[in-house]
């Protein structure tokens, strides 16, 4: 009796590999399921993170180096999740003009027309959002772990979570994926491991993950001692350049410090895809950080826009962050409910943080209705 009590608790148990899809770990944890998060990083949000630097001096410097805001369309569920957040002080509207720039006339155009969108910002940072959700009742969260092995273990019908050095982090009664590198030949290419979960057994999934095709992007964090006062908005995509893409003004956003003025900048497929065949998918060294830093500034001062030394220039590269395809059509998530495993994320729906909530969504709910019947 003993062992069958301690096998259906274990049952209740899911295991999540990615911390971006802290949604759907709250969302099962609100409905009575134990919940393990586990983040190779130091810290929750993934694409949603926020690079945090210090100056000599003891300053630090805050850029949201991966998404800069989300919009909603009209998913009704997304939308009442956000208005949640915003009454806890998690989101917040970014009321501020945006615009494009015609790199051939150097001239900033539509502005009227990006200013019609709304944009919402975590605060006080992008990571918030996962942050507070990962520390939620009935959600344990394991950062800087890196799992290395995901293994289904048939007669005991549950799944076994391996660290990358080895460490046995115990037994679960399913699995959520939510990020695509752990099913995917780039885990091997960067690691020369195979990826932690084998979807051999499972063909009608495997076909659907086993090469997403991905965009890479530099980013390019800056800060200035002063306002950019030749930038007439706080958000631009680049038209007609090869290297740069968009940019946006990090201190504009709600419930920033703005001792400084902070620009990311995120540079074009293209470019970063001939840095990635030049030096490998390995992390680079700081030698190419510092080369794409300068390169990136060099463009953007090419725009005429009058750019000040910054006091501050990092680059950062995001390998795959930013998916081409949506592959789980109207099921917004990929579930084999035999085994109880959910693959979700922004590549499931649409490449963007709403994308990525709906995904998240759509697992959570597959878990809830399984295990309900437990």
């Known amino acids: 009796m003993e062992t069958s009590m301690s096998i259906a608790g274990v049952a209740r148990k899911i295991a999540v590999v990615g911390s971006g899809r802290a949604v759907c770990a709250s969302t099962l944890a609100r409905n009575g399921i134990s919940v393990t998060v586990f983040e190779s990083g130091r810290g929750p949000g993934g694409r949603m993170s926020q690079r945090r630097e210090t100056m000599e001096d003891g300053k630090e410097l805050l850029f949201d180096h991966g998404a800069p805001c989300f919009t909603l369309s009209n998913a009704t569920d997304v939308m009442s999740l956000v208005r949640e957040w915003e009454s806890r002080g998690l989101v917040a ?125 530099f980013a390019l964090m800056l800060a200035f001692a002063e306002p950019l006062s030749s930038v007439p908005v706080k958000g631009f995509t680049f038209r007609n350049s090869k290297v740069l893409s968009w940019a946006h003004c990090d201190s504009s956003k709600p419930g920033r410090s703005t001792s400084s003025e902070r620009w990311v900048l995120h540079s074009t497929r293209e470019y970063a895809e001939r840095i990635i065949a030049e030096t490998g998918l390995t992390k680079p060294s700081q030698t190419t950080l510092t080369r794409v830093a300068e390169e990136l500034f060099r463009e953007l001062q090419s725009t005429r826009l009058d750019i000040p030394q910054p006091f501050f220039m990092k680059a950062h590269r995001w390998g795959s962050a930013f998916p081409l395809t949506s592959v789980a059509g109207e099921e917004k998530c990929l579930w084999d409910g035999t085994k109880k495993l959910a693959i979700c994320g922004d590549f499931c729906v649409s490449p963007n943080v709403e994308g990525a909530i709906i995904s998240g969504l759509a697992a959570a709910s597959r878990f809830t209705e399984t295990l309900s019947c437990l």
């Not at 200013?115 to 939620?136: D, F, H, Q, T």
């Not at 195979?194 to 076909?207: F, G, K, Q």
């Open 93 to 217: 509207e970014w009321k501020v003009k945006f615009g494009s720039f015609d790199c051939l006339t150097n001239n900033f155009v539509d502005a009227e027309q990006e200013a019609l969108k709304k944009r919402y910002v975590g605060v006080p940072g992008m990571n918030s959002i996962c942050r507070s959700l990962c520390s939620e009742p009935g959600v344990e969260c394991k950062f800087g772990v890196g799992v290395g092995k995901i293994e289904w273990l048939e007669k005991e019908n549950l799944w076994r979570v391996m660290g990358l050095d080895g460490t046995n982090h115990g037994q679960f009664g399913g699995v959520l994926a939510s990020d695509k590198n752990v099913v995917s030949s780039r885990f091997t290419n960067v690691t020369g491991r195979p990826p932690p979960l084998d979807l051999s057994p499972m063909p009608s999934l495997s076909v659907k993950v086993r090469d997403i095709p991905v965009s890479p992007c």
